[in-house]
């Protein structure tokens, strides 16, 4: 029989409540003593009077505030994990949160039921219902959690994401609580590990999210996870790969896994070297006869460029087929239309990451400055002041100061430079005949476009197929004359 210990439920909030999110948590069946949290670190006014009204009609919660707001979503744990919370187990959740009647006690049953080292047990996560860009894009995620994370259990590391999770207290406070850095929950995991302790993804128990409900919203998100991910490298990673305690197979899944975070920017870089550096050098000038009357100069790759070509033609064809791996089960199922649908929209959303993730890691080089970004808070930036970390650099704080500015996806200045990116990989599209560059340089033309008039713009819709097929094309066309 089980024994159910003191519970705690933890609600972090920042600009983000939603009411129906608050009252699932409230709603909880735990036979056990039960208290729930609201960590609120919100800065508007009319959002802490939604907060402070609801805690009036539901006096169960526990409403916790700082007045020193600092470490991100780290420290608003930290600060009432250490110094208000005591209950031995603890779930947190995030303000987009749906979570059933059961969920926490389902949760507590699967942690108490696995071995002590087993220090938290994450939970699957579906996508609320909503409508617009998160009905059309959220659809991809979930095979993360059908597909990938089911199997790290038994192949590779098991990272908790925040929210969904139920954690061992006294495994938080013996490895001194959450780092204060942008993917908290990814780093506090590895440490854990590195400590001897692990987690269970638990396929059974899942609760709703909200997939972000605008293309500016998953900018945000994105801009979170690279800079997580790059931080994690830097600070934490080179130890995990040390530890004993940790697998190599472990090591392989952290490094293969978040470095694909980070991919869309090493494939511009790779797109600018061999479409517009390289041709620039070593192509030949070619005339070529495209009407009567109308000759023009193209640039056609010699022996060594043609190499680079087909590594390209590769690559993209690699990066093409194997997130459509796991969709592909569903597409010869009941809503094949409906998943084939989503995959082509997915197209430009996904192939226009390469201009802000790029931005991401050039930001965190040069200022050494990770910020955390609520993906549900609405602010935009604040062109009046700019945080500008620890530079170590010799030029002026003005000129610091406009770098960081430019470099801040928050800012109109990362929609700008897709518009230049897309417009100069077309014309070099043309001017190299390396048409499956232009899927990429359409993509990020339709994002500048979809940020102008909206993603329910119906041109804008239309045009949000033509990347996939261009991309299918030109890789048939390639294949053709490649190999036959």
């Not at 749906?98 to 699957?124: I, T």
């Not at 006294?170 to 204060?180: D, R």
């Not at 999210?209 to 080179?238: C, L, M, R």
């Not at 340089?441 to 045009?463: C, D, P, Q, T």
Request: glycine share 6%; proline share 4%; aromatic share 14%.
């Amino acid at each position: 029989m089980t024994v159910y210990e003191p519970l705690a439920i933890i609600m972090t909030i920042c600009n983000d409540f939603k009411k129906e999110s608050a009252e699932s948590v409230t709603s909880q069946f735990y036979s056990g003593d039960l208290k729930i949290y609201f960590l609120d670190d919100s800065t508007k006014d009319d959002v802490k009077q939604e907060i402070d009204q609801f805690c009036l009609e539901h006096p169960q919660v526990i409403l916790i505030r700082r007045v020193v707001k600092k470490d991100f979503k780290a420290g608003n744990l930290n600060n009432a994990l250490f110094n208000h919370i005591k209950e031995p187990y603890f779930i947190q959740v995030d303000a987009d949160q749906m979570v059933p009647p059961g969920f926490a006690a389902g949760l507590y049953e699967k942690l108490a039921s696995l071995p002590s080292d087993v220090w938290f047990v994450q939970c699957a996560h579906y996508q609320n219902p909503q409508t617009g860009f998160a009905y059309d894009i959220g659809p991809s995620l979930s095979y993360m959690w059908k597909i990938f994370l089911r199997l790290k259990n038994v192949l590779g590391f098991v990272p908790n994401f925040g929210h969904g999770v139920i954690f061992r207290r006294e495994v938080f406070e013996s490895i001194g609580g959450y780092l204060p850095l942008v993917a908290e929950d990814l780093t506090i995991s590895a440490i854990a590990r590195m400590h001897g302790y692990r987690g269970y993804y638990e396929t059974g128990i899942a609760s709703g999210e909200d997939f972000p409900e605008s293309y500016e919203a998953y900018h945000k998100q994105q801009f979170k996870y690279v800079t997580g991910a790059v931080e994690f490298f830097h600070k934490i990673f080179w130890s995990f790969i040390k530890s004993s305690n940790v697998s190599l197979l472990e090591k392989i899944d952290v490094a293969v896994s978040y470095s694909y975070n980070l991919l869309p920017a090493l494939v511009l870089l790779y797109i600018f070297f061999s479409t517009i550096i390289l041709p620039a050098v070593s192509a030949e000038l070619v005339m070529l006869t495209i009407a009567p009357g109308i000759t023009l100069p193209f640039l056609v790759p010699d022996a060594a460029n043609r190499l680079l070509c087909t590594a390209f033609y590769l690559i993209t064809l690699i990066m093409l087929v194997a997130p459509m791996l796991p969709a592909a089960l569903d597409i010869f199922k009941k809503h094949g239309l409906i998943t084939f649908r989503m995959l082509i929209l997915c197209t430009p959303i996904y192939i226009s990451r390469m201009v802000p993730c790029l931005m991401s890691i050039l930001k965190y080089i040069l200022f050494k400055d990770a910020e955390f970004i609520t993906t549900g808070d609405t602010s935009k930036l604040d062109d009046s002041s700019f945080k500008t970390g620890e530079t170590g650099r010799s030029w002026g704080k003005h000129i610091s100061d406009t770098l960081h500015k430019m470099l801040d996806i928050r800012g109109e200045n990362v929609y700008r430079i897709k518009l230049v990116t897309g417009l100069l990989l077309a014309f070099f599209s043309i001017r190299t005949l390396n048409f499956i560059i232009m899927s990429y340089a359409m993509s990020l033309i339709i994002s500048y476009l979809i940020h102008h008039f909206g993603w329910e713009n119906k041109i804008i819709r239309v045009l949000c197929y033509f990347p996939f097929f261009i991309l299918i094309f030109s890789l048939v066309i390639w294949g053709v004359l490649e190999f036959i």
